[in-house]
């Protein structure tokens, strides 16, 4: 298949944030961030115990950041890429860097060959996002999540991603129920299954895109596939999709998404959930945290903590 690569020129943190969150609210998930800086402090951390980059990868005098992604060369692509435009056009009140817009021509090769250099596994507690094409012995207790990085939904390494990881493992429970709303490649359903759930709903508007990942992660796991189930539909405009989701049926709702849709999504996690279940949602910028908190107090979700990753927000409650 060809595609586009679409590479935004910014600053380092705030200009990344800014374009990253501007990027998930168009629908854009599966994201590479080159940041010199933030890379050369990540990798010094790490080293001792990850190979996560090659040194030559830190070598470069460039000072800004880019934020990288793909849309299919067609006009969903194109379309896309004018929505995404037009967002960053009114973005010029930030001091964030040139939001200069590159577009270079890649196909599926040229794709993966750009993830196989970058994509190593990561450690999130006791799971690992490990690449499908990489040997990993994994240690005592170690929870191994197989990925196809091939994917432009979603591969794990972002900051929100990380959030929700980390989460579930606080919060999942053997036999629990979930219900991922915005699933992207089905990285916290599947986890959620390796971590004990009895049956997850993966939901998401993109039929051709994320479904299709849910679907091809999943086979990479030892998990059963009847207890995934894989549905296309937007539960905020769809009654019958909210239908055939089901009320009243899981104990975690899970939405890493953006707060544009956290934010009216809180009282349909209500319907959706038992009582007391728990609602994880992540995709959230510092400056939407309380957007979220106060669509969770109108809902009467009772907030139980909220976690930061690098500017990067996870709100955690429990329903009525």
Known sequence: MEWTKIS?????????????????????TGL????????????????????????????????????????PKNDT????????KEQLAGCGVHDIGP???????ANDETWLHEWKKHFRPIRLGKVIVVPDWEDFAPA???VVFRIDPGSAFGTGQHQTTQLCVKALQKWINPADTVLDVGCGSGILS????????????????????????????????????????????????????????????????VANIVADVIV???PLANEFAKPQGIFITSGIIAGRVQDVRDAFDAANITILEETELEGWYCVIGRMP
């Open 32 to 71: 590479e961030i080159v940041d010199h800086h933030e890379r050369a402090r990540h990798f010094a951390d790490t080293a001792r115990t990850w190979d996560y980059a090659d040194e030559s990868l830190l070598s470069t005098d460039f000072d800004g950041a880019f934020v990288i992604f793909y849309v």
């Open 264 to 266: 009216p999504l809180a």
């Open 190 to 253: 599947i986890i959620s299954l390796l971590l004990g759930a009895q049956h997850v709903c993966a939901i998401d508007i993109d039929p051709a895109g994320a479904i299709t990942a849910t679907k091809k992660n999943a086979e990479l796991n030892p998990i059963d596939l009847g207890k995934i189930r894989i549905l296309a539909g937007d539960v905020l405009s769809e009654a019958n999709t909210r239908d055939d989701v089901g009320y009243g049926l899981y104990d975690l709702v």
């Open 140 to 142: 005592p207790g170690d």
């Open 77 to 84: 692509g194109s379309a896309l890429l004018e929505q995404v």
């Open 8 to 28: 935004v020129e910014t600053t380092g943190g705030t200009g990344v944030e800014i374009v990253t969150g501007i990027l998930m609210s168009c629908g854009v």
């Open 99 to 105: 939001l200069t817009v590159r577009l270079e021509h």
